[in-house]
T-cell receptor, first 113, second 115 residues
Framework: GAGVSQSPSNKVTEKGKDVELRCDPI?????LYWYRQSLGQGLEFLIY????????KSGLPSDRFSAERTGGSVSTLTIQRTQQEDSAVYLC???????????FGPGTRLTVL | AQSVAQPEDQVNVAEGNPLTVKCTYS??????LFWYVQYPNRGLQFLLK??????LVKGSYGFEAEFNKSQTSFHLKKPSALVSDSALYFC?????????????FGKGTTLSVSS
C-alpha cells in the first residue's frame, strides 16, 4: 500500500516569506506527527494530531509555526515569515491509534536564503 | 524528562564483522524503545521495537537489539555487517503510559561499513 507522502520534496524560499508543507498520511492512520531534522540536531518533535482531539503543539518552536489537519487526513505545516534557522528537513509520520511504531514520509527539505 | 543518548556520532566496522550501535535512555516508568534507519535522502524506516516480553528483539535486515533495564540501554546489533548497512541510525523512546505521543529521538549514529 501507499506510504506517507510529503510535498514538495524540496523548497527554497527567501527570508520573510511564508511556506506551506503538505503531508498525506497512510490511509486509516489516525495519528499524525511533524518532526524537524536539522544537521547535527537529530529529530525534533513539532506537533501531534490524534483523531479529533486537540493537537499537541508543545514542540512548535515559535508562533510563526502552525499546522492543520483537515478531515482527519491531510495535514499542512505553515511557517510564516521564514528565518534562515528554519532551514531543515521537515518529516511527517503517521501511525494507527493503537500501534506503537510510526511510519515516516520522505521529508521536505526547506532552505531559507 | 525523557531523553535518549547515542554516545557515538559514528561507528566504523569492516564488512563481515559484528556491529553495535549504542543507545541509552531516560524515561519515567516502563519504556517503549525503537530503532529507525535513514538512508541518504530518504525518510526514516522502522527497524524494530521493544514493548514488552523478551529482552532480545529481532527486526528487519538481520538487526536485533537487547533491552537492558538495569543499564537503561537498548543497543542495536548485527552479527555480520554489510556495506549496504551504511546509514544513519536513530534510537527513540516513549514512556509506556504515554501511548500515542511523539517519540523522543537520539541525535543519530552514522554507521559506515567498509568492504
Amino acid at each position: 500500500g501507499a506510504g506517507v507522502s510529503q510535498s514538495p520534496s524540496n523548497k527554497v524560499t527567501e527570508k520573510g516569506k511564508d511556506v506551506e508543507l503538505r503531508c498525506d498520511p497512510i490511509s486509516g492512520h489516525t495519528a499524525l506527527y511533524w518532526y524537524r531534522q536539522s544537521l547535527g540536531q537529530g529529530l525534533e518533535f513539532l506537533i501531534y494530531f490524534q483523531g479529533n482531539s486537540a493537537p499537541d503543539k508543545s514542540g512548535l518552536p515559535s508562533d510563526r509555526f502552525s499546522a492543520e489537519r483537515t478531515g482527519g487526513s491531510v495535514s499542512t505545516l505553515t511557517i510564516q515569515r521564514t528565518q534562515q534557522e528554519d532551514s531543515a528537513v521537515y518529516l511527517c509520520a503517521s501511525s494507527l491509534r493503537t500501534a506503537h511504531e510510526q511510519f515516516f514520509g520522505p521529508g521536505t527539505r526547506l532552505t531559507v536564503l | 524528562a525523557q531523553s535518549v543518548a547515542q554516545p557515538e556520532d559514528q561507528v566504523n566496522v569492516a564488512e563481515g564483522n559484528p556491529l553495535t550501535v549504542k543507545c541509552t535512555y531516560s524515561v519515567s516508568g516502563n519504556p517503549y524503545l525503537f530503532w529507525y534507519v535513514q538512508y541518504p535522502n530518504r525518510g526514516l524506516q522502522f527497524l524494530l521495537k521493544y514493548i514488552t516480553g523478551d529482552n532480545l528483539v529481532k527486526g528487519s535486515y538481520g538487526f536485533e537489539a537487547e533491552f537492558n533495564k538495569s543499564q537503561t540501554s537498548f543497543h542495536l546489533k548485527k552479527p555480520s555487517a554489510l556495506v549496504s548497512d551504511s546509514a544513519l541510525y536513530f534510537c527513540a523512546v516513549r514512556a509506556a503510559n504515554q501511548a500515542g505521543t511523539a517519540l523522543i529521538f537520539g541525535k543519530g549514529t552514522t554507521l559506515s561499513v567498509s568492504s
